[in-house]
T-cell receptor
Framework: KAGVTQTPRYLIKTRGQQVTLSCSPI?????VSWYQQTPGQGLQFLFE???????NKGNFPGRFSGRQFSNSRSEMNVSTLELGDSALYLC?????????????FGEGSRLTVL | DAKTTQPPSMDCAEGRAANLPCNHS???????VYWYRQIHSQGPQYIIH???NNETNEMASLIITEDRKSSTLILPHATLRDTAVYYC??????????????FGKGTLLTVNP
């Protein structure tokens, strides 16, 4: 079956703009998590959604937000972009059953803020 | 912050076994050890996980010490495609409840021809 799909794969924005990233999980997976990866900070957890509800949130400012739709697809939004928001944004999905540490990651959306 | 400690880098010859160590001395009784790897420019890939028994799958073997304070991921016959950053993570595995993975800096494994 198809893996986790993230769009767009690459995008360039300027400071102050906002961006929306999309993630389609593996069919049947109801949990979607988002991670930010930068060279300096590594992989950092942003938030996790399950059945359209945010269940867990990392230590990021309120400019970072997300949502999940009834079909489990998820979007994340970053408003008022800063240079430091340049990163690879990774989405991961998992089933709601056992082995909840087993995440399936997409290939990411690489955001460059100029 | 990550609760696991890994060497920053390791080398391995192609065809030989790669043994990647991880210290997780503060792991609690209900936390599992998970291993992921990330090949350049791709998303992380799940490899294996375990609680206290040794585990093996088609990708690797996981050896956990009896006191659970450390573990070793073994790639039995490393290939060039195994060159990646390998992450060791300890996390709850309570089936259906929310969780998050805390990644450390991992180990960059370079497989040489």
């Amino acid at each position: 079956k198809a893996g986790v799909t993230q769009t767009p794969r690459y995008l360039i924005k300027t400071r102050g703009q906002q961006v929306t990233l999309s993630c389609s999980p593996i069919s049947g997976h109801r949990s979607v998590s988002w991670y930010q990866q930068t060279p300096g900070q590594g992989l950092q957890f942003l938030f996790e959604y399950f059945s359209e509800t945010q269940r867990n949130k990392g230590n990021f400012p309120g400019r970072f937000s997300g949502r999940q739709f009834s079909n489990s697809r998820s979007e994340m939004n970053v408003s008022t972009l800063e240079l430091g928001d340049s990163a690879l944004y990774l989405c991961a999905s998992s089933s709601s059953g056992a082995n909840t540490g087993e995440l399936f990651f997409g290939e990411g959306s690489r955001l460059t803020v100029l | 912050d990550a609760k696991t400690t890994q060497p920053p880098s390791m080398d391995c010859a192609e065809g030989r076994a790669a043994n990647l160590p991880c210290n997780h001395s503060t792991i609690s009784g209900n936390e599992y050890v998970y291993w992921y790897r990330q090949i350049h420019s791709q998303g992380p890939q799940y490899i294996i996980h375990g609680l206290k028994n040794n585990e093996t799958n088609e990708m690797a073997s996981l050896i956990i010490t009896e006191d659970r304070k450390s573990s070793t991921l073994i790639l039995p016959h490393a290939t060039l495609r195994d060159t990646a950053v390998y992450y060791c993570i300890d996390t709850l595995n309570s089936g259906g409840s929310n969780y998050k993975l805390t990644f450390g800096k991992g180990t960059l494994l370079t497989v040489n021809p």
